[in-house]
C-alpha cells in the first residue's frame, strides 16, 4: 500500500492499527523522507483539527531531524551514530494564548489529536493571559521550498572517507607533540515542513556541519597539561568545507593558521599539537590593562554574547526572566535614538540569508522570508531581534524572520539570527593592525566564556595568547582571560581589519528558553583592536 | 490518553529488535518521556506545551566493529531498517580495539522514583500552580517570570547476551525569578522532586517575591576574598562540576585536578577539607534515581570523597579492564554530608559574609585546577553580626571547588537541589574578580 493511500483510509476512520500510538501498516516512512503532498495532506488535517477546536490561528511543523556523529580518541573510532527523529509540532492560538503539542504519532488522528491538545492547552491558560497575543501580518507563501546550497551533503561522503580523515587528524597531532586527541565529525539535516492557517506551505532542508578536535599535551615531570581546540568553524554547508582548498586558509600576523570557508582538518591538528606543547613554555601574564587584537576565530563568541543576545527582544521584555535573563539594551535606551553601543567602527548587522552561515534558511519557523537589518549603526543601537508576536512592541508591522524550534517536539520561539560585525571601510591587514600596538595581547580562537544575565559584565579566554610589544608579536603568553563591561568594550574598538580578512565561527549549541532548546548560528567578523582592556592572570594552584 | 508502555511490552518490542539483528551482538535502549509545562513571564502565561516521545537506540557490533542508530518509529519495517542500517554502519566502522561488547544480565537495586501524582498532572493543574506563582509576585508589586515542567518517563535495555534492565520515574521541576517592578531587584527559586505532592509552587514563590524587595538597593563592594554563604542553588553546580572529573582515566592520563606530577593520581589522598564527605546514591529516597546507567552497569551506592580523601574514581568498562578493578560507573545523584542547622543558623552564626542564594553562568576557565568563572545573581546579600544588612551588586568570580571545599567554615542540613542534596554552607576566602551592573 502506498503511503497516500494508507492516508485517505485512516483519513476516512478505516484503519488505524495502534501499537503505542502509532500506525503499523502502510508505512513507510522509516529512514526514509515521507513526500511532500503526503505532508501538506497531514499538515491540513492538523489545521482543520486546530480551527474546528477554536484557534484562530495555527501552524503545524513536520520534522525529520537526522544527525551523524563519528568520534575517535586517538588514533581509535570510538562511535559512529546515525540519530534520527520524526515527528510534529502544532502550534495555535486559542482565546488569545498560545498552545503547543507534540507528538511522534504522525498519522491522521495522532496530528488531528495533538491539534486538539494544543487548543486544549491554550484554553486552560487563557484564562491567566492579561496580554493577548498580536502577530504581524504575515502573507500566505503558497508552496514552496528551500535547501541549503552546497556542493555535497556530509551524510553521502562514504563512511570511511570520514574514518580516514579522522585517523589521519589524529596521526598529524600524534607524530608533532599531542599526547591525546579526541576529534569529531558532526553532521545535521533537517528536513521541515511547515504549514499555517496564513496558506504557506514550506519545505526546507537544512544542512550543517562541524568538525572538531581538541589536543592535549602533558608534561610529565611538571604534572601539567595544555590544550589547544580546533580552529575549525561549524558551517551551513556541505562537505566541501572538508576540502581544504588554500582560499580557506588564513596566517595570522602570529604565525598561527586559521581558516575561513574551506577547513584542513589534518593541518590544524599538526598545528595544533605544537601550538599545545609549547604552550608549556609560554610567559604567564601580567595582569592589567592590555590593547587586545581579536581574531575572528575568538570574537564570533564575544559577538555572540555582548551583542546577539542583548538584543533579543524577548530578552529585553522580560520573557527570558527566569532562564537566560534580561537585557541591559532596554527599550528606553533604544528610543532615545543615540545610545552609543559602540565607537563609530563598530556596526552589527543580523542577516538570516548569509552564505554558508548557520542561521540561514529561506523562511524561518513561522513562514516568514527571511532577511538582513541593522542592529547596531556607526555604534548606535537601532534595532532589536522580534519575531510575529513581538514586532508590534517596536512599532514595526513586519516580522525580522528569525523564529526557530530545534524538533518537531519544540515550540518555536525567538532566536538568534547570524550577528556579525561589519569590517573596516579602509583597506587594513591584521599585521599593519597589529603594527600600530603598543603593549597588546593578540587573541586567537575561542575559549572560556561567561557573562552576567543582563549582559554587562563577560570574562572570555582564548586558544593562544601572543604578547605585542612596539607594533611586533614577541612571544607566547598563558593564563590569559580579559573581562570588561559590554557597552565600555565596543566603545574601546578603535580599529578593523577590512572584508578580505572576513571569516565566520559560530556554535552549533546556543541555549536558550525553557524546555531548553539548542540554536545554530554564525558570526562574522575581521580581525579587530579593542582598546585598554583588563586583563586577569587565571593561574592557580591546588 | 494514557502514556507510555508497561516493562513487558517495552521487553517485547526490543526483543523484536533483538530477533532481526543478524550482527555479533546487539544492544536496545529504550527511552519514553511524555511531559507537560508551562512558561509565564511579565506576570502572564507565554507558552505552554505537552510532549510525547518514545526514542529507541539500537548498537550492533561485529567483533570490535560498531554502529549505532536511533529513531522513534516502531513499525517492522522501521525496525527492520535501523536494525540494518547499525549493521552496515558497523561492518563499514573501523575496529575500536575499546569496544567491549554487551554484557550479561547485572543485578540491579530496586528503586522509586515514579509517583502517579506526578504521572496525572494535567493542564489545569499547571495552569493553577502558575497562577499561584504569579499572585504571590503581584502582591508585592513584583513581576514573575517561572517555569513548571512535569514528565512522566521510562527507561528499558535489553542486548542479546539476555541482560534486561527497566525503570520507570516521574519529575518534576518548578523555578521562578521575581523582580520589583522598578527593575532594581531579583529573586530565584528553584525547586526539583519526583512525587509532585512534595511540592508547593506558591510557597517558593513567596521566597523568590522576598529576595526580590530584599534585594533593591544594592550597595557596590569592593571585589576580593571574602567569607560566604552559599545557599545549595549557589554551590551545585561547582560540586557536580568537580564530581564530573573524577574520571580515573583522565587522572591516569596526567590531564586531570586529580593527576601527579611524575605520574600516578591523587586517588586515596586528602585534596579537601575533613568535613567534606560525597557519596551517592540512587535508592537515597529523597534523590532517587534508576539503578543502572546508559550501558548497563548497575549503580551502586558509593563514597566519592571521604572526611576530605579521595576514596574513587569512575571508570569506562575498558578502562577498568586496562587497570584490573571494578567498573564503577559515574554517579546518578551527589549527596554531600552537612551538619544539622539550617541556612538561618548559619547567617547568625557569620560576623562578616556574603550570602550568594545563585550563581550563573559557570564555566571552566582552567581544567588542571578546575578553575570556574560565573557570578552571582538574583540577590546577593552583605551579612554582618549575624544579619542581613542590605543587598550588594553582583560579583564575577574566578574560584576552584577544590579550594572552595578547603576553606569550608561550617555546613547546614542538606536539602534537595536538582536532584542532589547538598548542604548551605559558610566558607572562608571565595575570590570575587569583578563587579556586574546586572539586576
Known amino acids: 500500500m502506498q503511503r497516500r493511500d494508507f492516508l485517505q483510509l485512516a483519513g476516512a476512520g478505516a484503519l488505524t492499527v495502534p501499537m503505542f500510538g502509532r500506525p503499523m501498516a502502510g508505512w513507510n516512512g522509516a529512514l526514509t523522507p515521507i513526500a511532500t503532498a503526503d505532508k501538506k495532506l497531514l499538515a491540513d488535517t492538523a489545521l482543520a483539527a486546530a480551527r474546528g477546536a477554536g484557534a484562530t490561528y495555527a501552524d503545524v511543523r513536520i520534522g525529520r531531524y537526522l544527525n551523524q556523529f563519528i568520534q575517535s580518541r586517538e588514533r581509535k573510532i570510538q562511535g559512529v551514530t546515525n540519530t534520527e527523529s520524526f515527528g510534529c509540532g502544532v502550534r495555535v492560538i486559542a482565546n488569545g494564548t498560545w498552545g503547543f503539542a507534540a507528538t511522534n ?82 553532521l545535521v539535516n533537517e528536513q521541515k515542513y511547515f504549514a499555517s492557517t496564513d496558506g504557506s506551505y514550506i519545505d526546507q532542508d537544512v544542512h550543517r556541519i562541524w568538525p572538531t578536535f581538541t589536543v592535549t599535551a602533558v608534561d610529565q615531570t611538571s604534572g601539567k597539561f595544555e590544550t589547544r581546540d580546533s580552529f575549525s568553524s ?142 547596531v549603526t556607526k555604534g ?163 | 490518553m494514557s502514556f507510555g508502555m508497561t516493562e513487558t511490552q517495552a521487553r517485547e518490542l526490543m526483543q523484536r529488535v533483538l530477533r532481526l539483528s543478524k550482527a555479533d ?53 522501521s525496525l527492520q531498517r535501523a536494525v540494518a542500517r547499525s549493521e552496515e554502519l558497523a561492518r563499514l566502522a573501523p575496529e575500536d580495539p575499546e569496544f567491549m561488547g554487551p554484557m550479561e544480565q547485572q543485578q540491579y537495586m530496586k528503586t522509586t522514583s515514579w509517583f502517579q501524582p506526578t504521572a496525572g498532572l494535567t493542564a489545569e493543574q499547571r495552569a493553577r500552580a502558575a497562577e499561584a506563582s504569579i499572585q504571590a509576585a503581584k502582591s508585592k508589586d513584583c513581576t514573575a517570570a517561572g517555569f513548571w515542567q512535569d514528565n512522566d518517563s521510562f527507561a528499558a535495555m535489553a542486548n542479546s547476551k539476555g541482560l534486561f534492565a527497566w525503570d520507570k520515574s516521574t519529575g518534576v521541576n518548578f523555578s521562578v525569578t521575581v523582580r520589583t517592578n522598578d527593575g532594581t531587584g531579583s529573586g530565584y527559586v528553584t525547586r526539583d522532586e519526583n512525587d509532585v505532592s512534595k511540592l508547593d509552587a506558591a510557597a517558593a514563590s513567596r521566597i523568590a517575591t522576598e529576595k526580590a524587595v530584599a534585594s533593591k538597593e544594592a550597595r557596590a ?17 561547582l560540586i557536580q562540576n568537580m564530581a564530573f572529573n573524577m574520571g580515573a582515566r583522565g587522572a591516569d592520563e596526567g590531564r586531570s585536578f586529580l593527576s601527579k606530577p611524575g605520574g600516578g593520581t591523587k586517588l586515596g589522598e586528602k585534596l579537601f577539607d575533613e568535613r567534606l564527605t560525597i557519596t551517592s546514591d540512587p535508592g537515597n529516597a529523597e534523590v532517587p534515581t534508576a539503578a543502572w546507567t546508559g550501558d548497563g552497569r548497575a549503580l551502586k551506592p558509593m563514597t566519592w570523597i571521604d572526611k576530605g580523601v579521595v576514596k574513587n574514581l569512575f571508570y569506562s568498562r575498558y578502562w577498568a579492564r586496562e587497570k584490573n578493578v571494578e567498573a564503577t560507573p559515574a554517579p546518578s545523584n551527589l ?32 581544567p588542571q585546577t578546575l578553575l570556574y568563572t560565573g557570578l552571582t545573581r538574583d540577590g546577593t546579600f552583605y551579612v554582618e553580626n549575624g544579619r542581613i544588612k542590605h543587598a550588594v551588586k553582583n560579583f ?43 539586576v
Request: overall charge negative.
Open chain 1, 234 to 375: 561549524p558551517m551551513g554547508m556541505g562537505w566541501e568545507y572538508m576540502s581544504a582548498r588554500p582560499a580557506g586558509k588564513v596566517v595570522t600576523p602570529a604565525g598561527a593558521t586559521v581558516y575561513g570557508t574551506y577547513y584542513d582538518m589534518v593541518e590544524d591538528a599538526r598545528n595544533a599539537a605544537k601550538e599545545a606543547r609549547a604552550k608549556h613554555t609560554a610567559k604567564s601574564v601580567e595582569a592589567g590593562k592590555w590593547d587586545v587584537v581579536l581574531d575572528p576565530s575568538h570574537l564570533w563568541l564575544t559577538i555572540h554574547e555582548s551583542v546577539g543576545h542583548p538584543l533579543e527582544l524577548d530578552r529585553v521584555l522580560g520573557y527570558e526572566a527566569n532562564y537566560a535573563g534580561t537585557s541591559f539594551a532596554t527599550l528606553d535606551k533604544w528610543r532615545s535614538g543615540s545610545f552609543k553601543y559602540g565607537s563609530e567602527n563598530v556596526t552589527l548587522v543580523a542577516d538570516k540569508t548569509q552564505p554558508h552561515a548557520l542561521g540561514s534558511v529561506g523562511w524561518d519557523d513561522e513562514g516568514v522570508p527571511t532577511k538582513r537589518w541593522d542592529l
Open chain 1, 105 to 186: 504519532d504522525v498519522s491522521v488522528d495522532g496530528i488531528a489529536r495533538a491539534a486538539r491538545q494544543a487548543v486544549a492547552i491554550a484554553k486552560a491558560d487563557a484564562r491567566l493571559q492579561t496580554e493577548p497575543v498580536k502577530l504581524a501580518a504575515q502573507s500566505g507563501q503558497g508552496e514552496k521550498s528551500w535547501k541549503t546550497p552546497m556542493e555535497k551533503s556530509g551524510f553521502d561522503v562514504p563512511l570511511q572517507e570520514k574514518a580516514d580523515l579522522l585517523l589521519a587528524t589524529a596521526d598529524a597531532a600524534l607524530t608533532n607533540g599531542a599526547d591525546y586527541v579526541n576529534a569529531l565529525i558532526f
Open chain 2, 221 to 237: 563592594i569592593e571585589p576580593g576574598k571574602y567569607t560566604v554563604i552559599l545557599e545549595p542553588e549557589a554551590s551545585v553546580e
Open chain 2, 396 to 438: 564575577r568570580f574566578n574560584e576552584s571547588p577544590v579550594i572552595m571545599l578547603n576553606n569550608i567554615d561550617a555546613l547546614a542540613k542538606p536539602v534537595r537541589i536538582r536532584g542532589n542534596l547538598i548542604p548551605p554552607m559558610r566558607l572562608r576566602d571565595f575570590t570575587f574578580t569583578s563587579l556586574s551592573d546586572a
Open chain 2, 335 to 366: 549527596i554531600m554530608a552537612g551538619g544539622t542547622g539550617s541556612l538561618e543558623d548559619l547567617i547568625r552564626d557569620t560576623r562578616r559574609g556574603i550570602l550568594v542564594t545563585r550563581t550563573w553562568y559557570i564555566r571552566t576557565v582552567d
Open chain 2, 25 to 77: 551482538a546487539c544492544e536496545v535502549n529504550l527511552n519514553g518521556n511524555a511531559g507537560g509545562n508551562v512558561r509565564y513571564a511579565r506576570n502572564t502565561v507565554s507558552t505552554a506545551g505537552a510532549q510525547e516521545d518514545v526514542q529507541m537506540v539500537i548498537q550492533s557490533n561485529f567483533g570490535k566493529r560498531s554502529g549505532t542508530v536511533t529513531l522513534n518509529e516502531f513499525t517492522d519495517e
Open chain 1, 380 to 542: 548606535t543601537l537601532k534595532n532589536y531581534q522580534a519575531i510575529r508576536d513581538q514586532v508590534h512592541v517596536l512599532g514595526q508591522n513586519e516580522s525580522h524572520g528569525c523564529c526557530y524550534a530545534d524538533s518537531w517536539s519544540s515550540v518555536q520561539f525567538q532566536r538568534m539570527p547570524n550577528v556579525s560585525l561589519e569590517p573596516g571601510t579602509a583597506p587594513v591587514t591584521p599585521e599593519q593592525l597589529v603594527s600600530g600596538v603598543e603593549k597588546g595581547i593578540y587573541i586567537v580562537g575561542d575559549g572560556s566564556y561567561s557573562i552576567d544575565q543582563q549582559r554587562y559584565n563577560f570574562q572570555f579566554g582564548g586558544q593562544l595568547f601572543y604578547e605585542i610589544a612596539n607594533g611586533k608579536i614577541t612571544g607566547m603568553l598563558k593564563d590569559v582571560a580579559y573581562q570588561s563591561n559590554t557597552q565600555e568594550f565596543w566603545n574601546a574598538c578603535t580599529a578593523l581589519c577590512d572584508r578580505r580578512d572576513y571569516r565566520l565561527g559560530g556554535s552549533f549549541f546556543d541555549g536558550k528558553g525553557q524546555p531548553g532548546q539548542v540554536s545554530a548560528v554564525s558570526h562574522g567578523a575581521v580581525t579587530t583592536r579593542f582598546n585598554g582592556v583588563n586583563v586577569i592572570n587565571t593561574a592557580r594552584r591546588i
